[in-house]
Structures are given as C-alpha cells and as structure tokens.
C-alpha cells in the first residue's frame, strides 16, 4: 500500500513561484509513476503533470508546459511540483497521485493513490 502526503500550497501573486511536495511511503517499483492533477471550483479534476519513476520521463498539460516542472528524489521517495509565473487561473486544489501507469499519464483512472490534496491559490 502507498500513502502520499503533500505540502508546499499556499496564497502567491501572480507572477509568483511555489514548489508542491509528495511523499510517498510503501513500496515503489520501476513501472511506477507519480502525477499531479488539480481541480478548481465548479470544475473537473484536470491533469497537470506526471513523471516515470525509473528514468524520470515527464509529461505535462499543455496549459503549464514551460512554467511548471515536475520531479523526483527516489532516495526520499519524494516527488515535486516546481510551478513558476503562476496565473490566476492556476488557483486549485492540487492533488498528487501515483500508480503502475505505462501510460496515457493524463487518465486519472490509472492511478491507484491519492493524496489528500492541497490548495494553491493565485491573487492577480
């Protein structure tokens, strides 16, 4: 069983930088992966970013590509969102997940935990 945990939300400016944690406890194996996904009010939960365990290939939505980028430290079983020039509309609960995803990264149905999510919000 994997449980993550997230941290590193918060209130920022437009303009302004946070760096989102997950770490996760259990077992991990080299199919594994781990992605971030967000909901905003009234909206669907959408794909933000994900990233292979063994050998760190990312993926991301087109809405954060070259603002965002995802990562991991496998000696801490951590995983990491670093987002910069956040937008108002970035303001969301994010949520962090992981599962034995080969691929399609964007489907949260491949994942199989989740964290408890944190909230990133973003004032113009």
């Known amino acids: 069983q994997v449980q993550l945990v997230e941290s590193g939300g918060g209130l920022v400016q437009a303009g302004g930088s946070l760096r989102l944690s997950c770490a996760a406890s259990?077992?991990?194996?080299?199919?594994?992966?781990m992605g971030w996904f967000r909901q905003a009010p009234g909206k669907e939960r959408e794909f933000v970013a994900a990233?292979?365990?063994?050998?760190?290939?990312?993926y991301y939505a087109d809405s954060v590509k070259g603002r965002f980028t995802i990562s991991r430290d496998s000696a801490k079983n951590t995983a990491y969102l670093q987002m910069n020039s956040l937008k108002p509309e970035d303001t969301a609960v994010y949520y962090c997940?992981?599962?034995?995803?080969?691929?399609?990264?964007?489907?949260?149905?491949?994942?199989?935990?989740w964290g408890q999510g944190t909230q990133v919000t973003v004032s113009s």
């Open positions: 997940a992981a599962g034995l995803v080969l691929y399609s990264f964007g489907r949260e149905a491949l994942y199989d935990h």
């Open positions: 990233i292979r365990w063994s050998g760190g290939t990312t």
């Open positions: 259990g077992r991990t194996s080299g199919s594994f992966a």
